[in-house]
């Protein structure tokens, strides 16, 4: 199995930019996919990007694209949100989630393995 640990959350205003880290360890010689989602208080878990470890085309929900963008290092075996031009509204939680396998999912359900979170406050 993989563990997933994520750092890079904290506060920033209006505007700002953050990037989360999102570092695997375990089982990571085998081919995995990576999702980013967020829970906001009161709102079901949201999928924002997903990235395959061998493959260049991540995918991205529409309220994120354009803002956000999904990279990896294979190499510190770590998957990156960059998350730019941040508002109110992205205050929340931020999970990655891993599961086996090269096929790209929106689905939580998907996702067999999750990180503890990280939290995102942008202020007005």
């Known amino acids: 199995q993989v563990q997933l640990v994520e750092s890079g959350g904290g506060s920033v205003q209006t505007g700002g930019s953050l990037r989360l880290s999102c570092a695997a360890s375990?089982?990571?010689?085998?081919?995995?996919?990576v999702g980013w989602f967020r829970q906001a208080p009161g709102k079901e878990q949201e999928f924002l990007a997903a990235?395959?470890?061998?493959?260049?085309?991540?995918d991205y929900a529409d309220s994120v694209k354009g803002r956000f963008t999904i990279s990896r290092d294979n190499a510190k075996n770590t998957v990156y949100l960059q998350m730019n031009s941040l508002e109110p509204e992205d205050t929340a939680i931020y999970y990655c989630a891993a599961r086996y396998g090269v096929v790209l999912h929106q689905s939580r359900y998907e996702y067999n393995y999750w990180g503890q979170g990280t939290r995102v406050t942008v202020s007005s």
């Open positions: 990235i395959n470890w061998s493959g260049p085309n991540p």
């Open positions: 375990g089982r990571t010689n085998s081919a995995y996919v």
